[in-house]
């Protein structure tokens, strides 16, 4: 799998941080920050040869977006999608939630391209609208989607929070073996969580489980079914004494004191976490994307 490169993430975070600047410091749903983010992110994918479509959805009497972006090729009866929401709450522009999971994602899509890979799953990412009303737009999507078309995505990746100020490295505790989760995920969710995890043992990285209980816009996947899993690096938990000492900065702190405030913005990123992560979302994809299928029978 490639290293992707942080410092073109980072250049995706910076045209989310001037896009909220333009437009009244946020991103949100209903706020013309928000188009222009999914715009910014379709504009990318179009010229890398994605095939692209903005699915509309109506919440709170506003039109939301979600940004649906297919990448040629595979089995379409074997889909892997990777998701991330692009909104952000209207106190602030939304950097570490979610620029970074939306960035992290764009820049393994695009990263795709120039390698022009040939995956066996067909792999689909998606960008989703209105998560911080309650995971509107990922819920409009799966809810789009007819039971056959649901059955056909056989693994959901999300990626919502990957670069927090003072990180921890969380995986979805798709098989509950930390017991943080509200049970076991569906079958396959603890498969998912431990190729992540192969990442993470790879570069020497010790990870923790982390609640799978629908906090993220994996929620609606695994309602229908679909094995889920994803990376968290915290959000406004305090790290303890003991996850200091295993992944550095500071205990009796916020993950992210930033969290949903103005100031989440190019400066709330820790460059080492979005860089591990953006990396893990890339092995992941390679990984799941390109092994072989079991034949049926
Ligand atoms: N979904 C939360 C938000 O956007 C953040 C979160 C992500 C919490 C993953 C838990 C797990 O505010
Ligand atoms: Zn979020
Ligand atoms: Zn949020
Ligand atoms: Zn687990």
Redesign the pocket.
């Known amino acids: 799998a490639p290293n992707i490169s942080v410092a073109n993430v980072k250049a995706h975070l910076s045209q989310l941080q001037s896009i909220a600047t333009a437009n009244g410091g946020n991103r949100a749903h209903g706020r013309p920050g928000y188009l222009a983010s999914v715009n910014y992110v379709k504009g990318q994918l179009d010229a890398a040869g994605y095939t692209t479509v903005v699915q509309s959805f109506t919440y709170n009497g506003a039109t939301g977006y979600n940004l649906i972006a297919d990448w040629p090729g595979g089995d379409p009866d074997d889909v892997l999608m990777v998701g991330a929401?692009l909104d952000s709450?209207t106190a602030g522009p939304g950097i570490n939630?979610?620029g970074s999971g939306s960035s992290a994602n764009l820049e393994v899509a695009l990263e795709v391209s120039r390698q022009a890979l040939s995956t066996t799953k067909h792999l689909r990412f998606g960008w989703w609208g209105a998560?911080?009303l309650g995971l509107r737009g990922s819920t409009a999507y799966v809810n789009s989607l007819s039971a056959a078309e649901k059955a056909k995505i056989k693994a959901y990746l999300?990626f919502?929070?990957v670069g927090s100020p003072n990180a921890g490295y969380?995986l979805?505790d798709g098989d509950n073996s930390d017991g943080v989760g509200s049970g076991p995920g569906p079958a396959g969710s603890a498969a998912l969580e431990q190729t992540l995890k192969d990442y993470f043992t790879s570069i020497g990285v010790p990870t923790e489980g982390?609640?799978f209980d629908g906090?993220?816009?994996y929620g609606p996947f695994i309602a229908n079914g679909i094995p889920a899993g994803?990376i968290?690096t915290g959000?406004e938990g305090t790290k303890t004494a003991a996850q200091a000492t295993k992944w550095g900065g500071t205990s009796g702190t916020a993950f992210d004191v930033c969290?949903?405030r103005a100031c989440d913005t190019t400066s709330n990123i820790n460059d080492t976490a979005l860089d591990r992560n953006s990396d893990a979302i890339a092995y992941a994809v390679w990984t799941i994307a390109t092994s072989t299928p079991v034949p049926p029978g």
Do not use: C, I, L, Q
């Open positions: 929401h709450v939630d979610n998560e911080e999300n919502d929070m969380f979805y982390t609640d906090r993220s816009d994803g968290f959000a969290y949903h």
